[in-house]
Nanobody
Framework: QLQLVESGGGLVQAGSSLSLSCAAS????????MGWYRRRAGNQRELIGL???????NYGDSVKGRFTISRDNAKNTVSLEMKNIQPDDTAVYYCFADHRRSSMAIDNYWGQGTQVTVSS
């Protein structure tokens, strides 16, 4: 089992920066990718980005150039830095990790979500 806990959400003004962090605990050996998704009101969950164990990041199209994801394998954490944040970035942000339970099984884990609200 893996637990993911996000922190850092809140209310910010448009144009500012905000950082989110996610810490994994439990059976952390076997984590493959870590990253972030978000769900804006009325929309489906969308990918922000996933970072592999080697540090390669695959970003979603909607945030390229503004958001940066980083990972600390030693601490089992993944961070999301958001710059020039806009009202359209208002969403619940979810931490994600996939975890190899065995040679034949990979499980997906989600954090509880953290609300980010951007005022104009």
């Amino acid at each position: 089992q893996l637990q993911l806990v996000e922190s850092g959400g809140g209310l910010v003004q448009a144009g500012s920066s905000l950082s989110l962090s996610c810490a994994a605990s439990g059976i952390t050996v076997g984590i493959i990718n870590m990253g972030w998704y978000r769900r804006r009101a009325g929309n489906q969950r969308e990918l922000i980005g996933l970072v592999s164990t080697s540090g390669y990041v695959n970003y979603g199209d909607s945030v390229k150039g503004r958001f940066t994801i980083s990972r600390d394998n030693a601490k089992n954490t993944v961070s999301l830095e958001m710059k020039n944040i806009q009202p359209d970035d208002t969403a619940v942000y979810y931490c994600f990790a996939d975890h190899r339970r065995s040679s034949m099984a990979i499980d997906n884990y989600w954090g509880q979500g953290t609300q980010v609200t951007v005022s104009s």
